[in-house]
Nanobody, 118 residues
Framework: QVRLVESGGGLVQTGGSLRLSCAAS????????MGWYRQAPGKQRELVATITSGGSTRYADSVKGRFTISRDNLKNTVYLQMNSLKPEDTAVYYCALQVVSSATGTYWGQGTQVTVSS
């Protein structure tokens, strides 16, 4: 059984910062890719950033230079540092982890709301 818990969302003004966390627990052998996605009202879920087990990162063009994804393999946790936030960053943010365990697969967090006021 693998469980993901997200935290760190909230309400912030334009230009502000937030840090999201996503911690996995359970019987985990290892975690391969980790990523953050977001879904705004009326829009499809989109990729925000990913990080491989080796630390290689990839970002959506809309967040490059403002967001930073990182991971702590000892804590099975992925982070998303979000700076210079804009109203268009408002969305529900989801983490997704490729977990190798007795039930290997991609696991999703419950989602955390990020609202950026103008």
């Amino acid at each position: 059984q693998v469980r993901l818990v997200e935290s760190g969302g909230g309400l912030v003004q334009t230009g502000g910062s937030l840090r999201l966390s996503c911690a996995a627990s359970g019987t985990i052998l290892r975690i391969n890719d980790m990523g953050w996605y977001r879904q705004a009202p009326g829009k499809q879920r989109e990729l925000v950033a990913t990080i491989t087990s080796g630390g290689s990162t990839r970002y959506a063009d809309s967040v490059k230079g403002r967001f930073t994804i990182s991971r702590d393999n000892l804590k099975n946790t992925v982070y998303l540092q979000m700076n210079s936030l804009k109203p268009e960053d408002t969305a529900v943010y989801y983490c997704a982890l490729q977990v190798v365990s007795s039930a290997t697969g991609t696991y999703w967090g419950q989602g955390t709301q990020v609202t950026v006021s103008s």
